[in-house]
């Protein structure tokens, strides 16, 4: 599932951390690795200055990245695992008070 949009709140280390527990309780995931948290600031072009994430579950992970000039998200979950999308989407309106978002869920069937 990708999930993107304009945030509304201060973004930071800890607010990060926040979402991807949270994400990791309500989708009912195991933890493998992280929250990870980094930032290109430092070696990057100045349009990509902004905080990025990154947590690893026993199930796959998911991914966040944040342009702080332009308040704009990506994030990514990958997943084997089935889960509900509206709970996803809950946690995200919740933490990072998008004034929009958009989102794509993509299925794989077994052949």
């Known amino acids: 599932m990708f999930i993107e949009g304009f945030y509304t709140v201060n973004v930071d280390g800890a607010l990060i951390e926040r979402l991807f527990l949270t994400l990791t309780k309500e989708l009912s995931m195991t933890p493998i690795a992280g929250p990870i948290i980094f930032s290109p600031d430092v070696r990057g072009h100045p349009v990509h200055r902004g905080l990025a994430g990154y947590m690893a579950w ?51 069937r077994n052949r």
């Open 58 to 108: 026993v199930e796959s992970g998911v991914t966040l990245y944040t342009w702080s000039r332009f308040n704009f998200f990506t994030l990514d979950i990958y997943t084997c695992r089935d889960f509900q999308p509206e709970k996803a989407l809950k946690v995200v309106k919740e933490i990072l008070k998008p004034r929009s978002m958009v989102y794509e869920e993509f299925r794989y």
